[in-house]
């Protein structure tokens, strides 16, 4: 009788003990999972959505990005053969690709390397320039200025063009008097880590390349010799003034579409910039390495690019 209840005793024992490991096994199973899942959520959380990436081999890239014999694959890696060799292009910074990164690649190489500003804003107060154009131009169509993808019109346009002129004139400020090539890399990963600015900057950018066209506009009104570039842009149904420009072309530029040759055109005047641009889709032809402007000044700062199908845009590294 002892022995049976003894027997009984670590029997139900044993039977606890199972239950309980198996229990404290599901419970550190379950833990397992969702302090995985918190740990991810919170480096996806807290990680920084950089919009230009940092730099990677020119050729690695290639090679991953173009594989296969396609007549295009095979196009493209020569391509990229020619800038390292012959252009000396040792790397590359990949630029998010939406809408806005022919903006965002022009902007970052301007605020990486310290660039001042153009020599005509350093003799204008640019915030003030939306409401030049009201007040003193009578441009009372600027209200229908578009933000982007925000789709923003109304009375408040004003007041929204002087916020994002101000905040580019206070970052290319800072940027600009800063000496040490390493701080102004690490506060381009900072700015270019936060959408919100980013936005801003880009409509900034837009507008100034709306006052240009409404200045050389008012030139050539007068007869006056007007770039080349601008006799080009007035020359076209959808641009023949600065108003069915910014209806037709400036008011998708983030939203629907990114910029257009003759838009680089202008902006890379407007900036006084000479932006070169390898287009990798025209290797073999004498358009693989453009200009814009074609005529830049000799004193003008130059910044590179390279595209492969002139809609996006990525930053070369020498």
């Given at each position: 009788?002892?022995?049976?209840?003894?027997?009984?005793?670590?029997?139900?024992?044993?039977?606890?003990?199972?239950?309980?490991?198996?229990?404290?096994?599901?419970?550190?199973?379950?833990?397992?999972?969702?302090?995985?899942?918190?740990?991810?959520?919170?480096?996806?959380?807290?990680?920084?959505?950089?919009?230009?990436?940092?730099?990677?081999?020119?050729?690695?890239?290639?090679?991953?990005?173009?594989?296969?014999?396609?007549?295009?694959?095979?196009?493209m890696r020569k391509a990229y053969e020619e800038?390292?060799?012959?252009?000396?292009?040792?790397?590359?910074?990949?630029?998010?690709?939406?809408?806005?990164?022919?903006?965002?690649?022009?902007?970052?190489?301007?605020?990486?390397?310290?660039?001042?500003?153009?020599?005509?804003?350093?003799?204008?107060?640019?915030?003030?320039?939306?409401?030049?154009?009201?007040?003193?131009?009578?441009?009372?169509?600027?209200?229908?200025?578009?933000?982007?993808?925000?789709?923003?019109?109304?009375?408040?346009?004003?007041?929204?063009?002087?916020?994002?002129?101000?905040?580019?004139?206070?970052?290319?400020?800072?940027?600009?008097?800063?000496?040490?090539?390493?701080?102004?890399?690490?506060?381009?990963?900072?700015?270019?880590?936060?959408?919100?600015?980013?936005?801003?900057?880009?409509?900034?950018?837009?507008?100034?390349?709306?006052?240009?066209?409404?200045?050389?506009?008012?030139?050539?009104?007068?007869?006056?010799?007007?770039?080349?570039?601008?006799?080009?842009?007035?020359?076209?149904?959808?641009?023949?003034?600065?108003?069915?420009?910014?209806?037709?072309?400036?008011?998708?530029?983030?939203?629907?579409?990114?910029?257009?040759?003759?838009?680089?055109?202008?902006?890379?005047?407007?900036?006084?910039?000479?932006?070169?641009?390898?287009?990798?889709?025209?290797?073999?032809?004498?358009?693989?390495?453009?200009?814009?402007?074609?005529?830049?000044?000799?004193?003008?700062?130059?910044?590179?690019?390279?595209?492969?199908?002139?809609?996006?845009?990525?930053?070369?590294?020498?």
């Amino acid at each position: 009788t002892a022995w049976r209840i003894a027997k009984g005793s670590v029997m139900l024992a044993v039977s606890l003990l199972v239950t309980t490991l198996c229990y404290f096994r599901r419970l550190h199973l379950y833990l397992e999972h969702w302090l995985k899942w918190w740990i991810g959520y919170l480096q996806r959380k807290f990680k920084r959505n950089l919009s230009v990436e940092a730099e990677v081999d020119l050729l690695s890239y290639c090679a991953r990005e173009w594989k296969g014999e396609t007549p295009r694959a095979k196009l493209m890696r020569k391509a990229y053969e020619e800038l390292f060799w012959r252009h000396h292009i040792k790397c590359v910074r990949q630029v998010k690709r939406d809408n806005y990164d022919a903006l965002r690649s022009v902007l970052f190489q301007i605020f990486s390397q310290g660039l001042s500003f153009p020599s005509w804003m350093k003799e204008k107060d640019i915030v003030k320039l939306p409401e030049k154009l009201l007040f003193s131009q009578g441009c009372n169509w600027i209200q229908q200025y578009s933000f982007g993808p925000e789709k923003y019109t109304g009375s408040n346009v004003f007041g929204k063009l002087r916020k994002c002129v101000e905040l580019l004139k206070m970052q290319w400020t800072e940027f600009s008097g800063i000496k040490d090539c390493h701080k102004r890399g690490s506060m381009c990963n900072i700015l270019f880590s936060d959408v919100i600015l980013e936005h801003k900057l880009y409509e900034a950018l837009k507008f100034i390349m709306l006052y240009q066209v409404t200045e050389v506009y008012e030139q050539m009104k007068t007869n006056k010799i007007i770039p080349s570039l601008f006799r080009l842009l007035f020359s076209r149904e959808t641009s023949s003034d600065p108003l069915s420009f910014m209806m037709n072309h400036l008011n998708s530029v983030g939203d629907t579409c990114g910029l257009e040759q003759i838009d680089m055109f202008i902006l890379g005047y407007s900036l006084e910039v000479k932006i070169k641009v390898f287009r990798l889709f025209k290797f073999n032809s004498r358009d693989f390495a453009v200009w814009y402007p074609e005529e830049p000044l000799r004193e003008w700062p130059e910044i590179s690019l390279l595209t492969e199908n002139d809609r996006h845009y990525h930053i070369p590294v020498f």
